[in-house]
């Protein structure tokens, strides 16, 4: 494979970063250098999830190889992150499908996050039991 025939994006999601590779192929998909159903333990939800890009855009018989590399964050947060990263290298491949997969609301990162422990705190928020008296 040539070094300018991929389309390369970034997919964030909680503490999950998916790095992505797009490419003309048979259709593959690699997650750290597993296939996908593999490294997701065979989970329809999992694989229906990394597959919505193409569903909207009604590619699914597409052949197109995906390699990722993921790390951090917990499952469903990595293939959140994997959905994200897959949706954008679409969309730099191709600019047209950018506001189909707009609309389907894949190409925005969703900002929730784990807020951080503050001093004083048992928790982000939960405080000691008041007493009155």
Do not use: W
């Given at each position: 494979?040539?070094?300018?025939?991929?389309?390369?994006?970034?997919?964030?999601?909680?503490?999950?970063?998916?790095?992505?590779?797009?490419?003309?192929?048979?259709?593959?998909?690699?997650?750290?250098?597993?296939?996908?159903?593999?490294?997701?333990?065979?989970?329809?939800?999992?694989?229906?999830?990394?597959?919505?890009?193409?569903?909207?855009?009604?590619?699914?018989?597409?052949?197109?190889?995906?390699?990722?590399?993921?790390?951090?964050?917990?499952?469903?947060?990595?293939?959140?992150a994997?959905?994200?990263?897959?949706?954008?290298a679409?969309?730099l491949?191709?600019?047209?499908?950018?506001?189909t997969?707009?609309?389907?609301?894949?190409?925005?990162?969703?900002?929730?996050?784990?807020?951080?422990?503050?001093?004083?705190?048992?928790?982000?928020?939960?405080?000691?039991?008041?007493?009155?008296?």
């Open positions: 494979m040539a070094a300018a025939n991929y389309f390369y994006a970034l997919g964030r999601r909680k503490s999950a970063t998916a790095r992505v590779r797009l490419s003309n192929g048979k259709g593959n998909i690699t997650v750290n250098a597993k296939p996908a159903a593999e490294y997701l333990a065979d989970s329809k939800y999992f694989m229906h999830e990394l597959m919505r890009p193409f569903t909207a855009l009604e590619m699914e018989n597409a052949k197109y190889d995906i390699s990722v590399v993921v790390s951090g964050g917990g499952h469903n947060g990595q293939v959140e994997i959905r994200l990263g897959i949706a954008k679409l969309a491949m191709n600019q047209d499908l950018k506001g997969l707009r609309r389907a609301d894949l190409l925005g990162r969703d900002p929730r996050e784990k807020e951080r422990k503050k001093f004083g705190l048992k928790g982000a928020r939960k405080q000691r039991q008041f007493t009155k008296r």
